[in-house]
């Protein structure tokens, strides 16, 4: 292949496309370059428009750092643009889409998308999140705190942890009541913690009134939990963050709900028999499950205590998010005005064997919701390829463990996190080499417009998974290259509370990757050391264009070495990462950025050298990186 097709790149983002979120009826330019050769006798930019197939020459619209830019305008006639494009040289076209480069025409399945009339969340891009469980992140009101025995619920009482630091009790012992007496007031103190660590968006896992500590089960979507601080607090947390220009977004279950429920009531462990649907056959909430005449009830998951909400019901679409006052309205509006809602299994929403109006009730929660604010982020939970959510009109952006945790932490040794819960599956080789994990991030990213990619959540550790840095297998060089990487990945970046300090943990349960935080403090040694990397991190990502907006393609991935690029015209940053238990030197060709021209710099180095290389009195635009084991960094052009 010749060497100027490896530098061939276009995406539908703000760096290649004048306008990424127009409007029906507007003119816009795609602009695709490459490296300056003399192959190139013409470049087509080819779409259908309205079904018919039309190819527009495209021109050239300048040079610059060894690049020559060609740009095409076409105008929005329809909801959705879909492209690809040709590259005719002499003796052979050439085939671009969003993938790759081919010499036979390819499907359309991968084809560069622009939304049109997109209500775009464009915040997004540029943020760096933070996810909390409020229970287990800082208690500023010990009176709030759930007393033991307070209550019981599903035949087990809470217990209150006094020693802060004391590990959580496995779930046989406390059922996910183990309290420590995190508030939503604890948060409110540390928010200059978290802006010193580069946090511009808080993710809250559910504060609704709920009897566990991970608030799953809600008892009450109305009301936050008093043990949080309740309504109030939840209020003053939302002004405090956007005065000082931080979002929030709030996690919520409208799949299910608890059977304890003020809505389901099954056995009167917080409300009076006459109250909710379970023994009420002709209550208003009846209708909003599957409840036979002989009281067996439709579950999520085959779980007893999560009866499974039932879409068929208008009266409950109504109460969640069609009625002014409907549980997803409230807390959009003043005085909470949320940024976002993070909807727990939302693959698996709306539809069971009874029924199924998934994409129809998507379709209406994401109207309702973005009348009253076009920017709100729908960010739904889904572990594997959610694409077809992607039209503009559903979900905004998904939990990327798809693109994201899943290859990245298998690229470290790990079992594919999916794979890990299948005993056959789980017996097999752990670990993915590098070209694998080439291929499993951009076959993540070619099946989505750029607008969604570069607001995709992108994810090493959450709440549902044991802390990467927990695992005793995996080197401290390749949790800081994971941590490296992750950011280097379109969209944006989440860190679970408490990783940037290496927060203790155990990875044989669920309940091991949620201890409480750690406010130890001076950090020292490791713990120290990640914080910086993090916050380094993530002051690149505030300040950077190519972070935040930039092109992705991957530079090299060979065995245990992996390294992307972001960029625009006038920026490149390489993150470089190595798993590998031996010094590897690796060349790149970055003429397509500028080099030897622009000057090279590390920005972070974990065992990085550059060097280049040419003959005398010849050019070289060969980079040459060397990593020492285990070794990762961000290098900029």
Same mark, same amino acid.
């Given at each position: 292949m010749n060497h100027w097709l /490896?530098?061939?790149?276009?995406?539908?983002?703000?760096?290649?496309?004048?306008?990424?979120?127009?409007?029906?009826?507007?003119?816009? /330019?795609?602009?695709?370059?490459?490296?300056? =050769?003399?192959?190139?006798?013409?470049?087509? @930019?080819?779409?259908?428009? $309205?079904?018919?197939?039309?190819?527009?020459?495209?021109?050239?619209?300048?040079?610059?750092?060894?690049?020559? +830019?060609?740009?095409?305008? *076409?105008?929005c006639n329809e909801s959705r643009i879909q492209y690809q494009f040709y590259l005719v040289t002499d003796s052979k076209i050439y085939y671009y889409t969003q993938y790759r480069i081919t010499d036979y025409?390819?499907?359309?399945? %991968?084809? $560069?998308?622009?939304?049109?009339? +997109?209500?775009?969340?464009?915040?997004?891009?540029?943020?760096?999140?933070?996810?909390?469980?409020?229970?287990r992140f800082c208690n500023a009101k010990p009176?709030?705190?759930?007393?033991?025995?307070?209550?019981?619920?599903?035949?087990?009482?809470?217990?209150?942890?006094?020693?802060?630091?004391?590990?959580?009790?496995?779930?046989?012992?406390s059922h996910c009541m183990d309290f420590y007496g995190g508030d939503l007031y604890g948060i409110i103190e540390k928010l200059d913690y978290l802006q010193e660590l580069g946090v511009t968006v808080l993710y809250l896992n559910p504060i609704f009134t709920a009897p566990t500590m991970h608030k799953y089960d809600c008892l009450d979507y109305f009301?936050?939990?008093?043990?949080?601080?309740?309504?109030?607090?939840?209020?003053? *947390?939302?002004?405090? *963050?956007?005065?000082?220009?931080?979002?929030?977004?709030?996690d919520i279950s409208i799949n299910h709900?608890?059977?304890?429920?003020?809505?389901?009531?099954?056995? =009167?462990? $917080?409300y009076p028999p006459a109250v909710g649907a379970y023994q009420n056959k002709e209550s208003v909430e009846r209708s909003y499950y599957f409840i036979d005449d002989d009281g067996a009830y439709e579950k999520w998951a085959g779980v007893e205590t999560m009866p499974k909400l039932n879409y068929t019901s208008q009266?409950?679409?109504?109460?969640?998010?069609?009625?002014?006052?409907?549980?997803?309205?409230?807390?959009?509006?003043?005085? +909470?005005?949320?940024?976002?809602?993070?909807f727990d299994v939302a693959d698996c929403m709306a539809r069971n064997e009874r029924?199924?109006? +998934?994409?129809?009730?998507?379709?209406?929660?994401? %109207?309702?919701?973005?009348?009253?604010?076009?920017? *709100?982020?729908? @960010?739904?939970?889904?572990?594997?390829?959610?694409?077809?959510?992607?039209?503009?009109?559903?979900?905004?952006? /998904?939990?990327?463990?798809?693109?994201?945790?899943?290859?990245?932490?298998?690229?470290?040794?790990?079992?594919?996190?999916?794979?890990?819960?299948?005993?056959?599956?789980?017996?097999?080789?752990?670990?993915?080499?590098?070209?694998?994990?080439?291929?499993?991030?951009?076959?993540?990213?070619?099946?989505?417009?750029?607008?969604?990619?570069?607001?995709? $959540?992108n994810l090493l550790d959450s709440h549902d998974v044991p802390r990467l840095h927990n695992n005793s297998c995996v080197h401290y060089g390749d949790y800081r290259g994971a941590v490296t990487v992750l950011y280097g990945l379109p969209g944006m970046v989440n860190i679970y509370y408490g990783d940037e300090v290496l927060l203790a943990g155990r990875i044989e349960d669920m309940e091991g990757c949620r201890f409480p935080m750690d406010w130890n403090r001076p950090l020292a040694d490791r713990k120290k050391e990640t914080f910086e990397l993090y916050q380094r991190l993530s002051s690149l990502k505030k300040n950077s264009k190519a972070l935040q907006q930039g092109g992705f393609k991957v530079l090299y991935a060979r065995g245990s070495v992996f390294v992307c690029a972001r960029f625009t015209e006038d920026e490149a940053m390489l993150f470089c990462w190595s798993v590998s238990a031996v010094q590897e030197t690796l060349r790149i060709e970055a003429a397509e950025f500028g080099f030897p021209e622009k000057p090279v710099s590390i920005l972070i180095n974990s065992g990085i050298q550059i060097s280049s290389s040419g003959c005398a009195g010849q050019i070289d635009t060969v980079l040459y990186l060397t990593l020492a084991p285990h070794g990762s960094g961000v290098v900029r052009i």
């Open positions: /490896t530098t061939v790149y276009s995406d539908s983002g703000a760096v290649f496309v004048s306008n990424p979120a127009p409007q029906k009826g507007d003119c816009i /330019t795609v602009r695709l370059r490459m490296l300056r =050769n003399t192959d190139i006798r013409q470049v087509y @930019l080819r779409l259908k428009e $309205f079904g018919v197939q039309k190819l527009i020459p495209m021109t050239v619209d300048k040079e610059k750092n060894n690049l020559v +830019y060609y740009k095409a305008a *076409l105008v025409i390819p499907d359309e399945s %991968r084809d $560069f998308i622009i939304l049109i009339d +997109y209500k775009q969340p464009r915040w997004v891009k540029e943020s760096v999140c933070y996810q909390i469980m409020a229970d009176e709030l705190t759930v007393q033991s025995d307070e209550y019981s619920y599903q035949g087990h009482k809470p217990i209150k942890i006094t020693a802060w630091n004391a590990e959580p009790l496995p779930y046989n012992k009301h936050i939990d008093p043990h949080l601080g309740g309504d109030e607090a939840f209020a003053l *947390l939302c002004q405090k *963050l956007h005065e000082r220009g931080m979002k929030i977004i709030l709900t608890s059977s304890a429920s003020k809505w389901f009531n099954k056995s =009167n462990e $917080f009266a409950l679409r109504d109460r969640i998010y069609r009625d002014a006052d409907s549980v997803l309205k409230k807390w959009v509006q003043p005085p +909470y005005a949320i940024d976002g809602w993070r029924a199924d109006c +998934y994409h129809e009730v998507w379709m209406e929660i994401n %109207r309702e919701l973005k009348a009253l604010n076009p920017e *709100l982020l729908i @960010l739904a939970e889904d572990w594997g390829d959610c694409s077809e959510l992607f039209n503009g009109t559903e979900w905004d952006s /998904t939990m990327n463990y798809f693109g994201s945790a899943r290859p990245l932490r298998e690229f470290v040794g790990e079992q594919d996190l999916l794979n890990a819960r299948e005993p056959l599956l789980a017996a097999m080789p752990a670990g993915c080499t590098a070209e694998q994990l080439m291929e499993r991030i951009t076959e993540c990213y070619a099946v989505m417009p750029s607008a969604v990619m570069h607001q995709m $959540f």
